[in-house]
């Protein structure tokens, strides 16, 4: 899942370029703007991470990164289908307005859609942004498991996880510029060369490792969120292993490809922090009712 982060950076990163720049996919304009940015993140551009502590280099700014959600969930909601299904619309609502009300997320506005898709996704923008893709739905079974799916994309956007790749990606774009210009004056197949390997190793050795730590990250998140919202977090593992069962075998890269870590792995990982969410539960559970069955 986790689809936010792609659906911003490609706004920042991927707008069309100039007449004269057609080559290039960051602008100079931007290029430039990454590379000052570079230069002062390390003095204003650190955050820590909600419930995890973990520190994160961001530099894309708060009111830009809302405004990016705003623009690119507008985009998406214009041209899909809204669900017709009442029941799972009711279900989304009440999911999302119960973990919205424990987020500690001053500034959202919460925003919840279900959408007319069989696509097996959801995604949560900056700013609370929700939408749901009814494929998804029947693996989740009730709404404890409707609770896993959405505490997790919430995470992502209280996490900053979007404007956190944003960064990571204008920087390494960046770095690539500079290493071109570096290597004008060499041959073209060692200038060739050398942008494949730099290309090659900051994919597999950079993003791709935080994209999947990303993933971890809102799993964590998640379940603590769920859980203190008063939905039993024992269901996250269970949902994992559903969704990765539904999967063929030949559907999902190796892990080290992969922008998320295996379905086995994160139901194995959650289970392990099962104790300490089970605690934020018990303390929740008796303000709630029992979640309602989907499918």
């Not at 973990?54 to 959600?69: D, T, W």
């Not at 929700?130 to 029947?138: F, H, K, L, Q, S």
Request: hydrophobic letters at 40%.
């Amino acid at each position: 899942m986790a689809k936010e982060g792609w659906i911003l950076m490609n706004r920042f990163l991927y707008q069309k370029p100039s007449q004269g720049d057609r080559g290039f996919r960051l602008s100079r304009r931007q290029l430039l703007a990454s590379m000052g940015s570079l230069g002062v993140s390390y003095c204003c551009g650190c955050r820590s991470a909600p419930m995890t502590g973990r520190r994160q280099l961001v530099f894309i700014p708060k009111s830009m990164e809302m405004s990016l959600g705003e623009q690119s969930y507008a985009d998406v909601i214009s041209k899909s289908t809204p669900s017709q299904n009442q029941a799972w619309i009711d279900a989304v609502h009440r999911t999302g307005q119960r973990i919205a009300a424990v987020a500690n997320a001053p500034g959202f506005q919460w925003e919840f859609r279900l959408l007319a898709s069989p696509t097996q996704n959801a995604f949560c923008l900056p700013g609370g942004k929700v939408a749901i893709y009814e494929g998804i739905v029947p693996l989740c079974q009730n709404e404890a498991g409707l609770a896993v799916v959405m505490s997790h994309e919430i995470a992502h956007a209280l996490a900053h996880h979007g404007a956190e790749r944003m960064s990571q990606q204008a920087g390494v774009q960046g770095a690539g510029a500079v290493l071109g210009w570096a290597m004008s004056e060499t041959t073209p197949m060692t200038r060739e060369l050398a942008m494949r390997a730099f290309g090659t190793g900051t994919q597999y050795g950079i993003l791709l490792p935080y994209s999947r730590h990303h993933e971890s990250e809102a799993d964590e998140i998640g379940i603590q969120l769920m859980a203190k919202a008063g939905y039993d977090p024992a269901e996250a593992p269970l949902f994992w292993g559903r969704f990765g069962n539904a999967k063929s075998s030949d559907q999902a890269p190796p892990e080290w490809a992969s922008t998320h870590p295996s379905d086995q792995r994160r139901a194995a990982d959650l289970a392990q922090k099962l104790p300490q969410a089970l605690d934020l539960y018990q303390s929740a559970a008796s303000r709630y009712g029992r979640g309602e069955r989907l499918v």
